[in-house]
């Protein structure tokens, strides 16, 4: 079950390289909705890493976050939020952001299956 939600995980919050306003293509490209449903996501985050780099967060590249994991070191990433709200696939539209920040997901089994937000890195 757990190799499921990984390869959801990898689709939805993956990729190596991206700009910001690449959200809707990208987006589309993927089949990214809300769960079950024909709904655009009303937000959906990327990492701009690969998974030799994301999956060791479940393991020492990670520390506790409540029943989460919370990366150690901060990753690039790109915020897509919805600007048309209660729009349907394929009408999605999205403003996207660029930031670092440290990534906080669930882990299964030594796996990300799961992002559960971000904390903004400050330098």
């Given at each position: 079950m757990h190799f499921f939600r990984y390869r959801k995980f990898i689709n939805q919050h993956l990729i190596g390289?991206?700009?910001?306003?690449?959200?809707?293509?990208?987006?589309?490209?993927?089949?990214?909705?809300?769960?079950?449903?024909?709904?655009?996501?009303?937000?959906n985050t990327f990492i701009l890493a690969s998974t030799n780099v994301v999956t060791p967060i479940c393991g020492r590249a990670g520390t506790p976050h409540g029943d989460m994991t919370r990366s150690t070191t901060p990753f690039h990433i790109i915020v897509?939020?919805?600007?048309?709200?209660g729009a349907r696939r394929p009408h999605c539209q999205y403003r996207g952001q660029a930031h670092?920040?440290?990534?906080?997901?669930?882990?299964?089994?030594g796996h990300p299956v799961h992002f559960d937000g971000d904390i903004m890195y400050v330098n």
């Amino acid at each position: 079950m757990h190799f499921f939600r990984y390869r959801k995980f990898i689709n939805q919050h993956l990729i190596g390289q991206m700009s910001s306003n690449r959200c809707d293509t990208v987006i589309q490209q993927r089949g990214i909705t809300e769960t079950n449903s024909n709904m655009c996501k009303g937000r959906n985050t990327f990492i701009l890493a690969s998974t030799n780099v994301v999956t060791p967060i479940c393991g020492r590249a990670g520390t506790p976050h409540g029943d989460m994991t919370r990366s150690t070191t901060p990753f690039h990433i790109i915020v897509c939020t919805l600007k048309n709200q209660g729009a349907r696939r394929p009408h999605c539209q999205y403003r996207g952001q660029a930031h670092t920040a440290y990534v906080i997901i669930k882990c299964e089994q030594g796996h990300p299956v799961h992002f559960d937000g971000d904390i903004m890195y400050v330098n």
